[in-house]
């Protein structure tokens, strides 16, 4: 299993960027998958997930409204497009692939897999 997200970089507030998590080595039509974000110092903690399908999305509540998550099964990609960036986006983001998503939450679980993560600054 391989994951490689892109499309990090440094954007001033109110910017917009759009994440790409590259998928291979496994069935991507069939995984749930999830964005998270780690900050300095704090938790990694989910930002957005998506169903096998792409038919439900669920979002913290600190990004609902501005961030939408998106999968193209045909293209083996997850997607995260963030608008209205705000200097608390600011973080490493990590793509999740193989978790359970569950009607209030999404949990990656030990058999999962992770990406290496890509840097969104967000400052003036």
């Known amino acids: 299993v391989q994951l490689v997200e892109s499309g990090g970089g440094l954007v001033q507030p109110g910017g917009s960027l759009r994440l790409s998590c590259a998928a291979s080595?496994?069935?991507?039509?069939?995984?749930?998958m999830g964005w998270y974000c780690q900050a300095p110092g704090k938790q990694r903690e989910l930002v957005a997930a998506?169903?096998?399908?792409?038919?439900?999305?669920k979002y913290s509540d600190s990004v609902k409204g501005r961030f939408t998550i998106s999968k193209d099964n045909a293209k083996d990609t997850m997607y995260l497009q963030m608008n209205s960036l705000k200097p608390e986006d600011t973080a490493v983001y990590y793509c999740n692939a193989g978790g359970v998503y569950y009607r209030d939450s999404y949990d990656p679980t030990e058999f999962s897999s992770w990406g290496q993560g890509t840097q969104v600054t967000v400052s003036s």
């Open positions: 998506i169903t096998s399908g792409g038919g439900q999305t």
């Open positions: 080595g496994f069935t991507f039509s069939s995984s749930a």
